[in-house]
């Protein structure tokens, strides 16, 4: 079942410069509604910061226009000779902290409007990192599925001959996201290499063979689950034994479980765009493993998943699983969970909702956690251990290092704690919600070096 398109109606704020600022941003890009939902959602977060610090207002007008927007056509050969044209993005949106940074997604719903939503997250995601890494957005609507390997190849070459011009180790370095895994991040590094002449860091989430980071494929999905980890030790609990739903069957969502799994946890779900799959007693890894076979080496759907135990449900999401769990983790994609999906939450008992998606969260569904006192973990915090280590990759690639398996897990798991520790502390100064006080943390620190750095 595809999400429907959340509209922006800018009706709820409680400050007139906050919502004049809004609409402002409205009439610029009124077409754009995953932009205009994410900026509404942070914009509407901060007033308390813009009521106490009213100077950072005009930071705010800034930081909701990119620095520069990039649009180009990707011109490549199918294997019958056929010339296919797709459009190539990348949105350089914040470079107050650093070099910006930022996946590259391939699908076939990306517009500029996706790219730059994700590219606004970005900044106060990497922000939150505590790393020196601005914020960046990129990709085409090009998608990889069905695709041989050497159409992808030549589509990502074509790519990255024109991305080529506008990055740089020390201006921009993006990565791999939906639809851009090692495959397509070692074709276009390859050919940066070729048209530069120079062997860097110039992309995130390399093979390990050729300047890759160790766990950087599983850093998202950890990162979640540490970060879901200290929303619990703040109850009181943990993982063990805890009934967890979870959607997506990609990277993320795959290597959720797989932590889910290790620190005791059932997970009874996962999904793609065609349904979900029921595991009553909870995953193994041995069926885990089938998962990531059909999804990942094979490319396929869930609908081929086949155990003796597990149920394939049709054209359904599993937030209506018709049983009581205690978490739920939506690692799918933008808007999945409406408010219907999130009132069926709060009936199953649910008392965290974790985000290892990009945004899938509605705004209506996100005032219904509120409303039910469940836990909300934004994406922003919750699902920054991927570009986190994106950090760490770029940080090992200049000082020519491998780190160990174990040293880069530590590393994540700490900056994951960091980021709990600073929403939370926002949070409370600002007598507010966790989803606030990683908008506001991750505010407060680009907003200073902006206003460190005068009218740029």
């Given amino acids: ?48 910061v813009f009521e106490k610090k009213p100077e950072l207002l005009p930071i705010m007008e800034r930081m909701v226009e990119p620095e520069r927007q990039i649009a180009f056509r990707v011109a490549w050969t199918t294997d019958k000779g056929e010339v296919r044209v797709n459009r190539g993005y990348r949105v350089q949106f914040n470079s107050a902290i650093g070099p910006y940074k930022g ?5 076939a719903t990306v517009t500029l409007s996706i790219i730059k939503f994700l590219g606004f997250e970005q900044v106060f995601k990497n922000s939150l990192t505590t790393l020196p890494m601005g914020g960046g957005k990129g990709g085409s609507d090009f998608d990889p599925k069905g695709k041989s390997d050497l159409e992808v190849m030549r589509f990502c070459q ?20 939906i639809g851009t895994g090692p495959r397509e991040v ?25 300047g890759g980071s160790n766990i950087r494929p599983e850093a998202t999905g950890y990162g979640l689950v540490y970060f879901a980890e200290e929303c619990l030790k703040d109850a009181g609990t943990d993982f063990q034994g805890k009934r967890v739903v979870v959607s997506g069957s990609g990277n993320v969502a795959i290597y959720t479980v797989e932590k889910l799994i290790e620190l005791g946890a059932t997970v009874l779900t996962m999904s793609d765009s065609t349904g979900y799959i029921y595991e009553p007693e909870g995953f193994t890894k041995e069926q885990l493993d089938h998962v990531n076979d059909i999804k990942v080496v094979k490319r396929g759907r869930l609908a081929d998943y086949k155990t003796k135990s597990g149920k394939y449900v049709k054209g359904e999401r599993p937030w209506g699983l018709d049983e009581p769990f205690e978490i739920a983790l939506p690692c799918a994609t933008q808007n999945e969970v409406e408010k219907e999906d999130a009132e069926k939450l709060a009936k199953a008992g649910v008392k965290l909702v974790a985000e290892g998606a990009n945004m899938p969260s509605t705004p209506e569904a996100i005032e219904v956690f509120h409303k039910n006192k469940i836990t909300f973990a934004p994406a922003k915090a919750a699902n920054a251990g991927g570009v986190a280590v994106s950090g760490l990759e770029m940080s090992q690639n200049s000082m020519r290092l491998l780190w160990s398996r174990e040293e880069v897990d530590k590393k994540l798991k700490d900056i994951m704690q960091d980021i709990y520790k600073s929403c939370k502390g926002a949070a409370t100064t600002y007598n507010t919600h966790l989803q606030a006080g990683a908008n506001i943390a991750g505010f407060e620190k680009v907003a200073d070096a902006m206003l460190s750095q005068g009218v740029v």
């Fill in 158 to 177: 074509s790519f990255m001959t024109e991305l080529s011009k506008h990055i740089g180790f020390n201006t921009d370095v993006p990565a791999g996201d």
């Fill in 186 to 210: 070692g074709f276009m590094f390859g050919q940066y290499k070729r048209l530069c002449n120079e062997y860097g860091g110039i992309l995130t989430g390399k093979g390990m063979s050729f």
């Fill in 103 to 107: 996946g590259l997604r391939l699908h």
């Fill in 1 to 48: 079942m595809a999400p429907q398109e959340a509209t922006s109606t800018g009706s709820g704020f409680k400050s007139k410069d906050v919502e004049a600022l809004f609409r402002k941003v409205v009439s610029r890009d009124p077409d754009q509604k995953e932009f205009l939902q994410a900026v509404e959602e942070v914009l509407s977060t901060l007033e308390p």
